[in-house]
């Protein structure tokens, strides 16, 4: 049995049931023989059907899967019910795109020897789907990963995370309520070595993994030959602030983009680097909002802040401020336990380059401020680390805005917003160490579909 807790208070919330080894060779046997049984694939309006209840389903349960996805994974529930919210479209835009899983026209007729031909190809479902999800959003991340492999007809394997799996479950009942049928979008509760077997299997045509770059990586290099994968791992988002921004503008930003979810977001703003003339200004600013945000229950609707995901998170957060204040970081606010499960909103200034919060992500409620003379060299600072997600500009310079964001390594740039802006219809993922593949509904489905090329010879074309 696996006991799922609360993170701020510790309560057993409920005891499930844990997969075996077994378990995993009979899902992967169910998915696989769905697959290739192509007389039984899901028609396109079918799988339109389902997502369409499972969207109305989901809709007439917002309260329920918000509480439950803030009880087990700790964000705050007015941000939870954003999630779930999310969640909902995420299905809805699926749905929007399943006619748009379409193929082309291939020009015939250019050369004597491709004369009489017509040819066009079309998107098949790549396969089995298996995907490993995170915790930090247990109800979303699951709809990213599952509904992608629905919507275009391909069965998916969802393992979500250990910490966090109870809205994972919620969902795939959702589903079968809605009328998908048995074997389509199973969720399995594992341990991690029986997990490895939904990576290494050659009946595995696409693996889907959120979580940190040492571990996504480590399983990349296990696939079998020809499994396609998405890798979806952390950064330490830089954000650019230079001297024509306005303070007042930024700080809300910066103070969203840093403590949303306690910091636990893969794009949460993590290494903010300001103009020296501005930068105390910012950065008192920041502070003195990071230190009256209410941090607390998660459940309730007042909190800002709530807790880390386990004890030993907060335990780590505050090792890594520790080793920034002895290399010379001001502490502005913060930087300190406020109990075993939840960290006080800190903001650094100018922690060492050599510091864990300059070279590593830091997952917790850290932003870590930097003075800087020369853009140039803020530019080569927020392109120092392996990292590459997201990352920011504060302007109202519009040259300066194109010419830096060329320069910046990063997946997408947000230009006067936070780095952790996303809607889930566009384009997301890491470059570099951070992963691997982009995610996004539509981004998705193309992913896990395969081009087939049909070229018709006939003397009448």
């Not at 800087?372 to 300066?400: G, M």
Request: aromatic share 6%; proline share 5%; charged share 20%.
């Amino acid at each position: 049995m696996l006991d799922i807790y609360n993170p701020y208070n510790g309560e057993l919330i409920e005891q499930i049931d844990v997969n075996s080894a077994k378990d995993v060779e009979q899902a992967l046997a169910r998915a696989h023989a769905l697959f290739e049984n192509r007389s039984a694939w899901l028609p396109a309006y079918q799988r339109v059907e389902i997502l369409e209840r499972t969207a109305q389903l989901m809709n007439d349960q917002i309260e329920a899967l918000t509480v439950l996805a803030a009880s087990e994974g700790g964000k705050p529930y007015a941000d939870s019910k954003v999630e779930v919210l999310r969640a909902i479209n995420g299905v809805k835009l699926a749905i929007e795109h399943i006619p748009q899983n379409k193929g082309e026209q291939i020009p015939m007729g250019h050369t004597e020897s491709s004369t009489n031909r017509l040819a066009f190809t079309q998107r098949e479902p790549i396969g089995v789907v298996s995907s490993i999800s995170a915790f930090n959003h247990p109800l979303n991340l699951i709809v990213h990963q599952c509904v992608p492999a629905i919507a275009v007809g391909s069965p998916v394997i969802i393992k979500p995370a250990r910490t966090t799996p109870l809205s994972c479950l919620k969902f795939v009942q959702l589903l079968k309520e809605a009328g998908l049928p048995d074997g389509w979008c199973q969720a399995l509760i594992l341990e991690n070595q029986d997990a490895e077997k939904l990576v290494t299997d050659e009946r595995v045509n696409f693996f889907s993994f959120i979580g940190s770059a040492e571990i996504g990586w480590m399983l990349r290099s296990k696939l079998a030959p020809g499994t396609r994968c998405a890798l979806e791992h952390g950064g330490a988002a830089p954000v650019i602030v230079d001297q024509s921004a306005s303070v007042d503008m930024v700080i809300d930003s910066l103070l969203k983009g840093g403590f949303y979810h306690a910091g636990q977001v893969c794009v949460s703003v993590q290494r903010v680097f300001v103009h020296e003339s501005v930068c105390t200004e910012l950065a008192d600013q920041l502070a003195a909002k990071a230190t009256h945000l209410k941090v607390g229950d998660q459940l309730d609707p007042d909190t800002e802040v709530g807790p880390l995901i386990l004890p030993k998170e907060v335990d780590r957060v505050s090792q890594w401020v520790d080793d920034a204040k002895k290399k010379g970081a001001q502490v502005l606010c913060g930087g300190e336990k406020l109990s075993d499960t939840c960290y006080a909103p800190t903001v650094l200034l100018n922690p060492d380059e050599d510091a864990m919060v300059s070279q590593k992500e830091i997952f917790g409620p850290v932003v870590c401020i930097y003075s800087y003379k020369d853009k140039e060299e803020a530019i080569a600072r927020a392109n120092a680390l392996p990292y590459a997600f997201q990352a920011s500009i504060y302007s109202n310079d519009l040259t300066d805005v194109l010419d830096t964001s060329s320069k910046l390594n990063a997946t997408a740039v947000m230009v006067n917003d936070h780095t952790a802006f996303r809607v889930d219809w566009m384009p997301f993922g890491g470059r570099d160490a951070s992963g691997i593949g982009m995610g996004g509904i539509q981004y998705s489905m193309h992913e896990m579909t395969r081009e087939k090329m049909l070229v018709i010879k006939s003397s009448v074309l």
